[in-house]
């Protein structure tokens, strides 16, 4: 069996930035600035603070979906930071439990999720779903855990990982429903805007074809 070090010896979700990188230094220098954009109207070093880690959260979670294109990572990241000024402590909860969940299943380290990783998974998807009562979290907590299941290497305790989360995001929204939806209520510009973004994105994966491998040769 290989043996890691470093943090690679408790996780495969966490690593440090690489100074090496010109775009992992530009993020750093922009964290300040979108702290210093969330506390124009709110002068509280908890709105900086909520600043700087949105704006390494639209990064980090853009990396994710593009990691071969670390430029196009910075576009949200640009679009967050006046958003940052009418909505300085705008919660990111809900941003580093969506990229912890895909960085799970998107493997851009190649290697899959550690047991301290589910769990550690596991424990900001429960925070989130009991922070904003919202059940929808744990459905997808489950379906997370499930594709990342179905990856090879196949871990076995990621099935169970993804039977517990669909145990419990099933019992909360049988309990408490969808508070908050208002099957009535005309949809909103956000809503729009991400409905949009969302289509882009499955025509762009619709569009994707698999890499040219070339066959084996012959034994």
Request: charged content about 10%.
């Amino acid at each position: 069996m290989k043996h890691y070090t470093g943090i690679y010896r408790w996780t495969f979700l966490g690593r440090p930035l690489d100074w090496s990188y010109p775009t992992n230094r530009a993020v750093l220098i922009l964290m300040p600035v979108a702290g210093l954009a969330a506390a124009v109207n709110t002068p509280r070093f908890y709105a900086f603070l909520a600043g700087a880690g949105a704006a390494l959260g639209a990064w980090a979670l853009a990396r994710e979906l593009v990691p071969d294109h670390p430029l196009e990572a910075f576009v949200p990241l640009f679009l967050q930071i006046p958003a940052l000024v009418p909505i300085p402590e705008a919660s990111i909860l809900l941003l580093f439990a969506t990229m912890l969940l895909v960085r799970m299943v998107n493997r851009t380290v190649g290697l899959p999720a550690r047991l301290p990783d589910s769990l550690a998974v596991s424990t900001m998807a429960a925070y989130a779903m009991y922070a904003t009562q919202l059940p929808w979290i744990g459905l997808a907590a489950a379906a997370a855990f499930l594709l990342d299941a179905s990856l090879a290497p196949r871990l076995k305790r990621q099935w169970i990982f993804a039977l517990l989360w669909l145990l419990i995001g099933g019992a909360w929204l049988a309990r408490i429903g969808t508070p908050g939806v208002d099957p009535d209520a005309p949809a909103s510009v956000t809503a729009w805007v991400l409905i949009a973004a969302s289509l882009l994105f499955v025509s762009r994966i619709a569009r994707t074809r698999p890499p040219d491998v070339p066959p084996p040769p012959p034994c």
